[in-house]
């Protein structure tokens, strides 16, 4: 009898895959260092990945680069540019990693503005973090679904074209 092989996903990778076809646009998934707090909004749901930070990561961005009705627009903490390799070792290495994976289209703010966004979200709509065992402050990636077949632009015709017809 042949052996069974163990999935090569591991659980959250398969809730991942599970939610995305639910998550749309005002969805977040954040990638988040291990000090990342549970928060206590209905809406969060956090799971503890047990694993690296920049494998999670690229597991996340592959994932919803994958999927045709969703896009994200990233943000990373501000703070982060600012963390020196004294006061934490490996940061250097991280920053250079998180720039090789997103490139430049990650958004810089200060952490409290982007939790400030999580939170207004987390009335609404669902929230998944992915706690990984990253111990580098200000590391975490903060992943805000938007439509993946709907552009700002388009959306921004239709309501000039909405907006004209109302004046005629």
């Known amino acids: 009898m042949a052996e069974l092989k163990k999935s090569a996903i591991s659980e959250w990778e398969s809730h991942l895959h599970a939610l995305l076809p639910v998550f749309g646009h005002r969805n977040w998934i954040v990638v988040a260092d291990s ?50 390799e004294k006061d934490a ?8 990693k998180l720039k090789a994976l997103q490139g430049e289209s990650a958004t810089e703010l200060a952490h409290e503005e982007i939790i400030a966004r999580l939170d207004q979200s987390a009335e609404v709509f669902r929230i998944l973090i992915l706690k990984t065992e990253m111990t580098i402050p200000y590391t975490s990636v903060f992943f805000e679904l938007d439509c993946g077949y709907w552009t700002a632009a388009a959306e921004k015709r239709l309501r000039q074209a909405i907006e004209a017809s109302n004046h005629k």
């Not at 909004?41 to 494998?55: L, N, R, S």
């Not at 070792?89 to 920053?95: A, L």
């Open 35 to 84: 000090a990342y707090p549970a928060q206590s909004k209905p809406g969060i749901e956090t799971i503890a990945v047990g694993g690296g930070q920049i494998e999670t990561l690229k597991k996340v961005h592959d994932a919803i680069a994958a999927c045709k009705h969703v896009r994200a627009n990233v943000y990373v903490d501000r703070e982060l540019t600012f963390v020196s």
């Open 89 to 96: 070792p490996g940061v250097r290495s991280y920053r250079r």
